[in-house]
């Protein structure tokens, strides 16, 4: 197969504030998603607007990934206006990001839009029994493995397509006294794509059940769960598909830092395979250890229908860094990738950091709203220098010196 190269040559991006054009009419996923977050006590919820407008000037020597011999060089302007929102209050949360970014090619004399958006939110509508979650997000996705795959919008291969996601999953919370918790949610689900010669729409309709133990098992834990989920797709001639999975599980306290971990289940699913059919019973065995409040560490084998099933992650965070390394074995398809959060972005990345601080959620929340809003009005171009600040008094605070903790009347 011939290998395309390409080097490309990017001048200096500038940022500067500037209001947001308006979202284009076909941009519906996140219109669908903003009722669900309406129906509960907003008026108390902090609200963040920071509009932003991003020019860059590239140059490429091949714009079309094209093999050797074939390469063609093209300028490529890019002007991006966008807006990030942020809300939140004791019962709504809300992060959304949008952007356009307006390009035009001046060997080809193209232009295009293509427009991205990541945003997700959850809503408490009544008080720690009935929530709604919601996200939506467009972006580009290369829809070949075997065509030329772009890293961004300024290639012209014909491999790029938009790819539309949205889901939005009511559920119900209840506690059992001190024996038990269980949650009964339901997840509706819709991705779409303008490449519809080579991706199926589809619709899923999903319910999820679990029950597990309470605060009064110290020693050893349980937990058991039931999903199914149906997948729609437009395309006639490709069929519906019906998964659903029953699971047991245990975890049992060695030390107050070390658990062992096990469960066992049955799976099924219809849709095609070549090699043995998905169905089948599977087990699991492994530890999570948790030496100190910054660092856990989990592992596990097992065994499904396709053979080994291995899991290994690890997290750790200091005073200005997150650090996360995964391994997992496992079966997935594109729409499954299509529906994953693409990024962690700067407000999920300081909740993070100052989960250890903070464990309350609500007071955490509320916090790191109050430094994300300083961070992003300070237009630093780094977290470090954003939250680096002098104090009243002219000493120098440490760089994530905290703006006074809040308190409960917050």
């Not at 991706?199 to 999820?208: F, G």
Request: proline share 6%.
């Amino acid at each position: 197969m011939a290998m395309a190269r390409s080097r490309t040559r990017q001048a200096p991006s500038a940022s500067i504030g500037s209001r947001g054009s308006p979202h284009p009419p076909w941009f519906l996923s996140l219109t669908a998603a903003l009722p669900a977050f309406f129906v509960c006590p907003v008026w108390a919820a902090k609200w963040d607007i920071v509009p932003r407008l991003t020019v860059q000037e590239s140059y490429t020597d091949n714009v079309g990934l094209a093999p050797e011999g074939f390469e063609r060089g093209e300028f490529v302007t890019q002007v991006r206006p966008g807006v990030s929102i942020r809300g939140g209050g004791p019962r709504l949360r809300l992060n959304a990001d949008y952007s356009a970014d307006l390009i035009y090619r001046s060997q080809q004399e193209s232009r295009e839009v293509r427009h991205r958006l990541n945003a997700d939110g959850r809503a408490e509508v009544l008080h720690q029994l009935f929530f709604v979650d919601a996200s939506a997000s467009v972006s580009q996705q290369n829809i070949s493995l075997t065509g030329p795959q772009a890293q961004s919008n300024i290639n012209t291969t014909g491999n790029l397509a938009d790819v539309s996601s949205f889901q939005v999953s009511p559920y119900l919370r209840h506690t059992f006294g001190a024996s038990a918790q269980g949650e009964a949610r339901y997840t509706y689900s819709r991705v779409t794509t303008d490449a519809t010669n080579s991706l199926s729409n589809s619709n899923s309709n999903r319910v999820d059940l679990r029950l597990s133990s309470g605060p009064a098992y110290k020693l050893y834990t349980w937990n058991l769960a039931y999903n199914r989920e149906v997948i729609s797709y437009a395309q006639s001639q490709q069929p519906d598909v019906t998964t659903q999975t029953i699971t047991a599980g245990g975890r049992r306290l060695i030390t107050p830092q070390l658990y062992l971990t096990s469960s066992i289940g049955y799976e099924d699913a219809d849709y095609l395979s070549i090699g043995e059919p998905p169905q089948g019973f599977f087990w699991n065995t492994g530890f999570e250890y948790t030496p100190t409040d910054r660092t856990r560490i989990a592992a596990s084998t097992g065994r499904r229908y396709f053979g080994k099933n291995n899991f290994f992650q690890f997290n750790h965070r200091t005073r200005l860094t997150v650090w996360t390394a995964g391994y997992s074995e496992g079966v997935t398809t594109t729409r499954t990738q299509f529906l994953l959060p693409s990024i962690m972005s700067t407000a999920d990345y300081i909740d993070t950091l100052f989960l250890t601080q903070f464990p309350d959620p609500v007071l955490r929340s509320g916090w790191c709203l109050r430094r994300w809003r300083w961070c992003s009005s300070s237009r630093a171009s780094t977290l470090r220098t954003c939250c680096s600040r002098r104090a009243d008094d002219g000493s120098v605070n440490s760089p994530f010196a905290a703006p006074p903790a809040p308190t409960s009347a917050d």
